[in-house]
């Protein structure tokens, strides 16, 4: 399977803590997105980082990738109880003339206020 | 803008009934995706439509499953007969394209299914 594969499968920590959540993935990938998913609902991207970068920021998000380990993490800086979640990381590759997206199982995220 | 609309939200069915969900994605997005998510796992891709054309069905149940995008607007999925494994959260996506790129996807909330 080229799936990313999430880890750890749940995370459940206090406010204002940091939270990281890992993927690994299996084949070369164009760019590599993280979504979050509130209970019911349906997935929102959250950033999207390229294969030929290796950090990018967006306000309390931090991703980083690594294309000789296949894997690329997500931090949430101070977290609040309303980044409780699921949380996917989903790798784009080329196929013949389309992408083709494989997400992984997903961390589930508790922020306990 | 309007994000992508998904009906119904809700559909309990029994065994061996059809069933068809909607979506209707975000103007001007030529690219629409089926995903089908089963309780705790991932989103799985079942079908990618470039404008009205199949670019990718590998993970489609072709035997039960179709989806059709007419006039590459607005899309259905439908499912005949409906087995007990089918229950699950259909999602539909879209995205547009930039430079050549698939940006990232905005999702609809869903179609959750219940197959008894």
């Known amino acids: 399977s080229q799936q990313g594969e999430e880890d750890p499968q749940a995370l459940s920590i206090q406010e204002g803590e940091n939270a990281t959540m890992n993927c690994s993935y299996k084949t070369s990938i164009n760019n590599l997105q993280w979504y979050r998913q509130n209970s019911g609902r349906g997935l929102v991207h959250l950033i999207l980082i390229r294969s030929n970068e290796r950090e990018k920021h967006s306000g309390r998000l931090r991703v980083t990738l690594d294309t000789s380990k296949k894997s690329s993490s997500l931090l949430i800086t101070a977290s609040r109880a309303a980044d409780t979640a699921s949380y996917f990381c989903a790798t784009t590759r080329s196929s013949y003339n389309f992408n083709k997206f494989y997400f992984g199982s997903g961390t589930k995220l508790n922020v306990k206020p | 803008e309007a994000g992508v609309a998904q009906s119904p939200r809700y559909k309990i069915i029994e065994k061996r009934q059809s069933v068809a969900f909607w979506c209707n994605p975000i103007s001007g997005h030529a690219t629409l995706y089926w995903y089908q998510q089963i309780l705790g796992q991932g989103p799985k891709l079942l079908i990618q439509f470039q404008n009205n054309g199949v670019v990718d069905d590998s993970q489609l149940p072709k035997d039960r499953f179709s989806a059709e995008r007419l006039k590459g607007v607005d899309s259905t999925l439908k499912i005949q007969p409906a087995k007990l494994e089918d229950s699950a959260v259909y999602l539909c996506?879209?995205?547009?394209?930039?430079?050549?790129?698939?940006?990232?996807?905005?999702f609809g909330p869903g179609t959750r299914l219940t197959v008894l």
């Open positions: 996506a879209s995205s547009s394209m930039r430079g050549g790129r698939l940006n990232e996807q905005f």
